[in-house]
């Protein structure tokens, strides 16, 4: 057999092809049981059917050239302005959408870039100084437009610190950020303290509302404590909020905000030479799916104010409920104080990603998080039902493990440092297999696709391990391999041969 698939040389019947791509559906995690804590937002089958509807209408549509598609210029400009008046922005406001949160963040860091050029021209490595909860976006941005990071880490309620942000600061950082909230522990960062040093050093500010710019204002108006964190405070220059979280939109929806048009300017990109004609885009990517953008506009306008915050109220009842009944079960915490429905499950007296194992095996998918180790839920709207359940579950998986001893914990330590020790003289093969062990571990994949089972000694030995260098290497290994064709595996097309038939 050989090592790629190749283009069939005569197509399949569309009934054929559907009914497998439903066959390697059923290997998935299944989020709508509510027992997927990370990756999908959902706001139930009616408005699913809805968002598919409208984003079918657009289907074939590009926004990289507004002027052929007016409609979709006209929805995407209104969906920025419907996302800007949410957080406190006025009309000088403006802003795109972009394909999600890591492309609108990107974009603030590579308009910090170009203003830094204008504003601060003796700057040859300009600099982002940023808490340590800050999205990995940031850093992917830095990596890709040649400017660096540098770490603050976060005090210990797991907000940013601004008074060790300050003293980060020098006369080559040109963009300071903060997270409303952040991703690992779902707290709001002291926005207006952040906003403050960036005024003071005359330097940019963005607040990275990726997750909670679709729900933070709703929470509010609920009547639960959100601290100022949008362009209501003075200072902040950019902001970036995706849709297609809380916002419920088609995925491949996000925005990215500008204080000013004169600041927005930066962002953009224009090619005048081409002999393909004047080339101007605003955003990272050429071809822009219409469908994304129709879905996103059709999604704000259906629901509207009272349709977000209706959804925002069960989410946060449940929210509510998880948290009061976690912190009511001996072992486990909830760490921080969460603004909002993203948490985390730390522990003192177990090992938390033992606990995780127990979750997986009673069928939960939960993130795990480092620094400190823990578990990692997004809640939303398909956990209303399954709430009751996961405490019941998460109950019994901290009376399945073992506290921790003393003794345990120098083992653990003595074990990572013999992995670590390992790693160094490892032969290729067997890197390569550690590799899998490791995805796997990751919940990236699992053997023949299904969940892993027992990660905890591998996330032991991941947050254990003192050189960040080998894990960076593992993880790159890791990822060439999961996205590598696997020869052995490829899928069957329904009506072929019965030779090739599942087994
Ligand atoms: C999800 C998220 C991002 C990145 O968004 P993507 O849509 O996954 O690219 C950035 N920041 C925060 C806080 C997020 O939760």
């Given at each position: 057999?050989?090592?790629?698939k190749e283009?069939?040389?005569?197509g ?5 092809v ?7 559906r ?5 989020w ?5 804590w ?13 968002l598919?509807?409208a984003y079918?209408l657009?289907?074939?549509?590009n ?12 929805m ?5 302005s419907?996302a800007a ?7 000088q406001?403006v802003?795109?959408m ?12 590579k308009?910090?870039?170009?203003w ?7 700057v040859?490595?300009?600099?982002i100084v940023?808490p340590?909860?800050?999205?990995p ?15 603050v880490p976060?005090?210990?309620?797991f907000?940013?610190d601004p ?9 080559d950082t ?40 679709m ?5 509010r108006?609920?009547?639960?404590d ?10 902040v ?20 905000l ?13 090619f005048t030479d081409?002999?393909g004609g004047?080339?101007?885009s605003?955003?990272?990517?050429g071809t822009?799916?219409?469908?994304a953008?129709?879905a ?7 629901l509207?104010?009272d349709?977000y915050l ?5 989410v946060?009842?449940t ?7 976690i912190?009511?079960?001996d072992?486990v915490e909830?760490?921080g ?6 948490m ?8 938390i990603y033992?606990?995780?194992d ?9 993130d795990?998080?480092?620094h ?9 709207h398909?956990?209303l039902?399954s ?7 998460l109950?019994a998986?901290?009376?399945?493990t ?5 003794r ?14 390992a790693?160094?003289?490892?032969p290729?093969r ?5 590799t899998?062990?490791?995805s796997?571990?990751m ?6 696709g ?14 254990t ?13 890791a ?25």
């Amino acid at each position: 057999m050989p090592g790629r698939k190749e283009l069939p040389h005569h197509g399949h019947a569309p009934e054929d092809v559907l009914e497998t791509m439903r066959r390697m559906r059923r290997e998935d995690a299944d989020w709508e049981d509510g027992k997927v804590w990370c990756l999908v937002y959902n706001a139930g089958e009616d408005l699913s059917a809805f968002l598919k509807e409208a984003y079918g209408l657009f289907f074939s549509e590009n926004a990289l050239n507004p002027s052929a598609f007016p409609s979709l210029k006209r929805m995407e400009a209104e969906a920025v302005s419907m996302a800007a008046s949410l957080l406190g922005g006025d009309d000088q406001v403006v802003g795109n959408m972009t394909s999600g949160g890591t492309e609108s963040i990107l974009m603030a860091v590579k308009t910090a870039r170009e203003w830094a050029r204008v504003h601060k021209p003796r700057v040859k490595v300009p600099k982002i100084v940023l808490p340590s909860s800050a999205h990995p976006a940031f850093p992917k941005a830095c990596h890709y437009f040649g400017l660096e990071p540098i770490w603050v880490p976060v005090g210990p309620d797991f907000r940013a610190d601004p008074k060790a942000m300050r003293k980060a600061v020098t006369r080559d950082t040109v963009l300071i950020v903060g997270s409303a909230p952040s991703y690992p522990q779902g707290v709001v960062d002291p926005i207006e303290e952040i906003a403050a040093i960036a005024k003071k050093n005359g330097i940019l500010c963005h607040v990275d509302s990726c997750v909670g710019g679709m729900m933070l204002p709703f929470v509010r108006a609920l009547g639960y404590d959100v601290p100022p964190f949008d362009f209501s405070v003075d200072g902040v220059t950019t902001m970036s909020v995706d849709l297609h979280k809380y916002g419920y939109a088609a995925k491949g929806a996000s925005v990215i905000l500008h204080r000013t048009p004169e600041l927005r300017k930066h962002q953009y990109f224009a090619f005048t030479d081409w002999s393909g004609g004047i080339y101007a885009s605003p955003t990272m990517t050429g071809t822009r799916p219409g469908g994304a953008i129709a879905a996103a506009w059709a999604i704000m306008n259906r629901l509207g104010f009272d349709g977000y915050l209706e959804i925002a109220r069960k989410v946060m009842d449940t929210t509510d409920l998880l948290r009061d009944g976690i912190n009511a079960i001996d072992g486990v915490e909830v760490l921080g104080e969460p603004a909002m429905s993203v948490m985390s499950i730390g522990s003192q007296t177990h090992d938390i990603y033992e606990i995780g194992d127990e979750m997986t095996a009673r069928g939960w998918h939960i993130d795990r998080q480092q620094h400190p180790n823990s578990l990692h839920l997004t809640i939303n709207h398909s956990h209303l039902s399954s709430a009751a359940q996961f405490l019941e579950d998460l109950s019994a998986a901290v009376a399945a493990t073992e506290p921790l001893s003393q003794r345990d914990i120098l083992k653990e330590k003595a074990k990572a440092a013999a992995l670590k020790a390992a790693v160094t003289v490892l032969p290729e093969r067997v890197v390569s297999k550690a590799t899998e062990v490791i995805s796997g571990a990751m919940g990236l994949v699992g053997d023949g696709g299904e969940l892993p089972e027992r990660s905890a000694a591998m996330y032991g030995m991941i947050a254990t391990l003192p050189n960040r260098g080998d894990i960076h290497k593992f993880v790159i290994d890791a990822l060439d391999q999961m996205t590598r064709l696997d020869p052995n595996n490829i899928i069957a097309i329904a009506g072929d041969a019965p030779d090739a038939e599942e087994e």
